[in-house]
């Protein structure tokens, strides 16, 4: 790791969504999204967020962005804290940070052009001088993902959903970035297109210098791309550590039971799938202590009480867990 500070530092962060009822619709209770959650991202670093659906991964990439106003908590960006930005520093803090959606489809506007949906950041950002400077410089960063000219007056309709997530890829670094939120980018892409953007995206760090957080429920995709990897479970962060040391030697009962359900491509080489009883809690009522152990083959009395804080088991690797920890 570097001796500079991190890019990114996130710090006690939490998000609750407050759900209406009673005869005036009050608050009557919420949904806690993101609990306590705290990691680190250095410069030129990509770090994989990972977990199952609703674990409150995406909640976190948009509070960063604030795209969603945070419950509490802190976000460093650049030695700034952007849950204090307003106004034209927010609108500075959109230059330095981007997202590229889940959906590629649903995330471009079926109305515009390929011309307008990149060019509209370099618009709001005053990045173009004219129109002739706006399309030379849409062609460039439509070369830079492995498009063509041509496809500068077309629609997204008229593109596969591998050209799409590429177009979305461009419109991210338009505005030329330090950091990009992926928020599961490849997901709803075949299996084949995965590979080829996930290379992208690569390259696109090596030639830039960009920073990433990938946010991902498959481990196998994410082992590819991550240099390290933070495990979440139902708002909270219960493991971080650097790529190869998790899968190698994951530490949280959570963390293994994903690890088990992943394919091994070698047919000689047996894994022990571990089955975890029980359903995935409410967030709205979760459990006390460890928000895992309802669920966990390793639960002890204190599980249920306490709550585990993240301690280093080894350099660099971070568990929450009483048992392992």
């Not at 002739?132 to 830079?144: F, H, S």
Request: aromatic share 4%.
């Amino acid at each position: 790791m570097s001796d500079q500070p991190p890019l990114l530092s996130v710090r006690a962060l939490r998000k609750d969504f407050p759900l209406k009822g009673g005869l005036f619709g009050r608050d009557a209770s919420a949904v806690h999204a993101v609990d306590g959650v705290s990691f680190e991202i250095e410069a030129g670093e990509t770090l994989g967020l990972v977990g199952e659906s609703g674990c409150g991964k995406s909640t976190t990439g948009r509070c960063i962005l604030r795209l969603i106003e945070p419950s509490s908590g802190e976000i460093w960006f650049q030695g700034r804290d952007v849950t204090t930005l307003e106004g034209e520093e927010l609108r500075g803090l959109r230059r330095d940070m981007q997202i590229i959606f889940q959906d590629p489809f649903a995330s471009l506007n079926p109305r515009h052009t390929v011309r307008g949906i990149i060019g509209e950041a370099l618009i709001i950002h005053r990045l173009a001088g004219n129109r002739r400077e706006l399309e030379d410089q849409v062609v460039q960063l439509l070369e830079t993902v492995g498009l063509q000219s041509s496809h500068l007056h077309r629609f997204p309709h008229e593109f596969s959903g591998g050209q799409r997530q590429r177009i979305g890829i461009a419109r991210a670094l338009a505005v030329q970035p330090r950091m990009i939120v992926c928020d599961e980018p490849v997901s709803a892409l075949d299996v084949s297109i995965q590979a080829q953007v996930i290379n992208l995206l690569e390259d696109l760090q090596e030639r830039l210098g960009l920073t990433y957080l990938f946010i991902a429920h498959d481990l196998s995709v994410v082992e590819h791309i991550s240099d390290r990897v933070a495990v979440m479970y139902l708002g909270r962060v219960v493991e971080i550590a650097p790529a190869d040391a998790l899968y190698d030697d994951p530490r949280h009962p959570y963390t293994e039971a994903l690890l088990s359900a992943v394919p091994i491509p070698d047919p000689l080489v047996k894994r022990r799938r571990i089955v975890l009883q029980g359903e995935v809690p409410n967030p709205i009522h979760p459990p006390s202590g460890c928000h895992f152990h309802p669920r966990c083959p390793l639960a002890e009395p204190r599980c249920s009480t306490e709550v585990p804080q993240l301690r280093q088991s080894a350099p660099g690797h971070w568990t929450a867990c009483h048992v392992r920890g």
